[in-house]
């Protein structure tokens, strides 16, 4: 709850000191204008991108987990990782997997959910690397930040394959350190020595070629849909931009969406990275705010649009899975 009212003050401050530099009929006056066509081509290609994802998860789980039931799930998880801070819409992904039979949410729902988030952060690094040989309209600061976080990235890559090439001996090592400080004996050491092996052992499956060919794939079909959804979302505002701008553009924004941002939904932290993006492109900074606002606004719509459309079309197999109904009744008896 405290984090929650913190993300809260974080959220209201940060949108009153942007929306207090602007004048907000422009963002009025922009999505009154919006291009409906291009809004749709961008809701086709978010529910494109949606399905890819429960691919690659299904792929990922060994298809023990039906796609309809799958698909439900991964929107679910995706509209909560955009709506609650710290990222928390992860965990909705692994209580739904815990509770389809033929899935562990530790042995199978975890390691699928780190592979995923690590297989997009290696095909989004390499095509971030390739799209800094054609950033050359943006100003000095924004190239000094790309290399910086093109550094990062590298950094992170090589520290995640060590870590799951070592994972055993780590494993081994944090176990009988455990036992020297003599606190093996203890119940949570117990259980997350216990979680920590099963979630290793997970991670077998990822060894394979051709599995690690087929993530790839799936994760950099990903990634072209994604851009394709931003390409259109852009049209629907009125916004035109080269191809290596798209896809910068697109691989800063959703790098800064993998960090576990501290507002609700993101406003007010998108609004700032957008407007630095476009400041720095040129664009007058009552514009880069007030675009940066709309394309928010709309990039959430198009998220609860999905959303409802994903719920009332799978709710009464995610009722009957989950046992939603019996759930209510018993609370409503209980009232």
């Known amino acids: 709850m405290k984090k929650i009212i913190i993300a809260f003050i974080i959220t209201i401050s940060l949108v009153s000191f942007l929306l207090f530099q602007i004048d907000v009929s422009n963002i009025k006056d922009i999505l009154k204008n919006v291009y409906i066509k291009y809004l749709f081509c961008g809701i086709v290609f978010y529910s494109i991108t949606i399905f890819l994802r429960t691919k690659r998860f299904s792929f990922l789980l060994a298809k023990k987990v039906g796609l309809k039931d799958l698909f439900a799930i991964v929107c679910i998880q995706n509209t909560f990782n955009q709506i609650i801070p710290f990222r928390a819409g992860e965990l909705s992904y692994l209580y739904f997997i815990k509770k389809i039979k033929g899935a562990d949410s530790f042995s199978e729902g975890v390691p699928s959910l780190i592979c995923a988030r ?193 719920i009332f079309r799978f709710l009464p197999s995610i009722s009957a899975k989950f046992n939603l109904s019996k759930i209510l009744k018993s609370k409503i008896l209980n009232k």
């Open 118 to 310: 690590v297989f997009d952060i290696f095909s989004l690094s390499i095509v971030f690397f390739i799209t800094l040989f054609g950033i050359d309209q943006f100003s000095e600061i924004v190239k000094k930040s790309a290399s910086f976080i093109a550094v990062s990235l590298l950094i992170i890559c090589c520290g995640v394959i060590l870590l799951f090439l070592l994972r055993d001996k780590l494993l081994r090592i944090i176990n009988e350190i455990s036992m020297a400080m003599n606190i093996d004996k203890y119940r949570i050491v117990q259980w997350s020595l216990k979680k920590g092996k099963e979630v290793s052992a997970g991670f077998e499956f990822v060894r394979s070629k051709k599995v690690l060919a087929i993530c790839f794939c799936y994760s950099f079909l990903i990634l072209i849909s994604m851009n394709f959804y931003r390409y259109f979302m852009y049209k629907a505002l009125g916004l035109e931009f080269s191809v290596f701008t798209i896809v910068f553009i697109t691989c800063f924004l959703i790098l800064a969406s993998l960090l576990p941002f501290f507002t609700i939904g993101g406003f007010g932290y998108v609004e700032s990275i957008w407007a630095f993006l476009m400041i720095n492109l040129n664009m007058d900074k009552n514009e880069a705010i007030a675009t940066g606002f709309s394309y928010h606004l709309l990039s959430k719509m198009v998220v609860l649009i999905v959303f409802f459309i994903c």
